[in-house]
């Protein structure tokens, strides 16, 4: 029984000891024992302020979970993929870790933009805490640099094709386009090169960066002092500010711990509560279909946070294409780095900046409707699609016409377009019989491939043959139209 306080002891004695000796008390007091304005220790407004250090936290998972993965991944195109595979189903506990690093870079992202739009909206980053949105801008950036490149190395289809469309876009930059591109795929194609570089900007630059600028972010928020709650028809007074912050605090401020702190504390039980329940409940993401050259056409699926700029990319008119995706990414930047500068002065309070709020709130829905979209059309099959109209089948052999009505009976059509017609959730098979045998097409489609239902139980004797005659007359009648336009 005596046992358990003995070893407690010793335990509280060796604290104690690295504590004297590394000399950490200044330490403790800066984070620990400051004092912070009394409306956030001491009011239920204090919950709006805990995402910032659930981020540092979760960041902090993010690493342990991500050390581990990093034993067992194998960072080269001909092994990434198996490698995960193997994660998943051999490794103990494998896929449960790759789950919670998922849903914990899941959270980052979620958590960075509510952080982002409560200090927007609450006017902290004005006098005198611009370079606290500054790094704040910079750590932003950094975190969607991990999620994109964390998402290549799972080296599936949709991660790999996620880049390849990244890397296009920034090859039309003007001037130095090219040069970026090829600073992505470290080579004109994308490849083992690649691959490594994604590793090593994934597992030792970006952390690197993000480590050493979270400390600098956090000691300029201890420093400069948590944002008293704005307070409408008060704007920012520079002259005054300090010294008013410093006596608010000296006469009526509260504890950062425990008064603070101790919610702080519960919301990120309630994050990593929320991670492993999601880790638990969906498992691992991935690896999905392997990367297929010959599947370029697909339009790839990326992870939910660039789902809407990926829509947008889909559906924006092609006279927006320099808009969207050349001066939007290059504007973005510069636009909230200067923000704090612009707009360090003035009211704080949300209800005297209406545009402030109509910036976020449209924001927000532009986001969920675009994000919306590419949950939904073109990328899961199109149950819309008409049949072939006679018209067009009027010199197709008669087999070829029993497979164009069962190519759209049987459903083929919903992912698949052939003469000019269909959903594109698969790839077109206007060109299939140019890159594959009769016998490889016969065989995709009784045995399925990848996302491809398969059809041997499902088609009836001769079928099979009349649509494979369907497709084939459709690859040359494609093919002779095009030969024969002027
Ligand atoms: C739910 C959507 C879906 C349906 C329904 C579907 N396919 Fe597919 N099909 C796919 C996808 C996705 C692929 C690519 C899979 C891969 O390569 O991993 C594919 C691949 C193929 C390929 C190979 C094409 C190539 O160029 O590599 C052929 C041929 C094909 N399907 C024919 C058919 C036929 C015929 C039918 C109907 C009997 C059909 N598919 C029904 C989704 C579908």
Same mark, same amino acid.
């Given at each position: 029984?005596?046992?358990l306080?003995?070893a ?22 800066f ?32 690493l342990?979970?991500?050390s ?47 952080h ?10 004005k006098?005198?805490?611009?370079l606290?949105?500054i ?7 950094l ?7 964390g998402?290549?190395?799972?080296? +599936?289809? +949709?991660?790999?094709a ?9 090859g ?8 970026l591109?090829?600073?992505?795929l470290a ?10 570089r ?19 972010h ?7 002092g ?11 007074d520079?002259a005054?500010?300090?010294?008013w ?19 702080e ?33 697909v ?6 946070y660039?789902l ?15 808009l ?19 707009f360090?002065?003035?009211?704080r309070a949300?209800s005297?900046r ?10 927000f ?15 899961i ?13 009027? +010199? ?6 029993l ?8 459903? @083929?059509?919903y @992912? ?12 077109d098979?206007? +060109? ?16 399925g ?11 009836g004797?001769g ?7 369907y497709?084939?007359?459709a690859a ?9 336009d002027p």
């Open positions: 029984m005596t046992r306080p003995r407690l002891g010793l335990l509280t004695r060796t604290g104690g000891w690295i504590y004297d000796r590394a000399g950490l008390a200044p330490l403790h007091r984070l620990v024992e400051h004092r912070i304005p009394r409306e956030v220790g001491r009011s239920r407004k204090g919950w709006f302020y805990v995402f910032g250090q659930a981020l540092a936290f979760v960041f902090v998972a993010q342990v979970t991500g581990a993965l990093a034993m067992k991944y194998i960072p080269s195109p001909g092994h990434a993929w198996e490698s995960l595979q193997f994660i998943n189903t051999e490794v103990l506990w494998g896929g449960f870790v790759r789950a919670l690093h998922y849903f914990g870079a899941s959270a980052m992202v979620v958590l960075v933009f509510v982002m739009a409560r200090v927007f909206l609450t006017g902290s980053y006098f005198p805490r611009e606290n949105w790094t704040g801008v910079a750590l932003l950036f975190t969607l640099a991990m999620a994109f490149t998402q290549l190395l799972r080296w +599936d289809h +949709d991660g790999v996620t880049v390849e469309v990244a890397a296009t876009m920034l039309r930059f003007p001037l130095v386009g090219p040069h591109m090829d600073l992505v080579g004109d194609t994308m490849g083992g090169a690649t691959l490594s994604f590793f090593a900007l994934h597992v030792i630059v970006f952390p690197l960066l993000i480590m050493g600028l979270m400390g600098v956090i000691y300029l928020v201890v420093r400069n948590i944002s008293e709650p704005p307070r409408a028809g008060v704007p920012v520079r005054t500010y300090r010294s912050y410093q006596r608010h605090k000296a006469e009526s401020g509260s504890l950062f711990w425990p008064y603070q702190a101790w919610r504390f519960a919301f990120i039980g309630l994050v990593y509560a929320v991670i492993f329940g999601l880790a638990f409940a969906y498992g691992p993401k991935g690896p999905g279909l392997v990367p297929d050259p010959a599947m370029v056409e339009v790839p699926r990326p992870d939910w660039f809407w700029y990926y829509a947008l990319i889909w559906y924006k008119p092609p006279a927006l294409d320099a969207v995706l050349v001066w939007l990414p290059v504007l973005v930047f510069p636009l909230l780095v200067l923000l704090p500068l612009l360090s002065g003035g009211e949300p005297r209406p545009w402030a709020v109509f910036a976020v709130g449209t924001a829905l532009l986001w969920a409707t675009l994000t919306a979209f590419g949950l939904r059309a073109h990328w099959p199109d149950f819309e699609t008409e049949p072939v109209p006679e018209a067009l089948l009027s +010199d197709a052999p008669e087999d070829a016409r497979g164009a009505a069962l190519f759209h009976e049987r459903g @083929c059509q @992912c698949h377009v052939a003469m000019g017609r269909g959903g594109i959730y698969g790839p098979l206007t +060109d299939s019989p140019l890159r594959l045998s009769r016998e490889e097409i016969a065989v995709r489609i009784v045995m491939i990848g996302n491809m239902p398969a059809y041997q139980e499902i088609l004797p079928e099979l043959e009349a649509i494979l005659a497709i084939h007359w040359e009648h494609g093919v002779r139209q095009q030969g024969s």
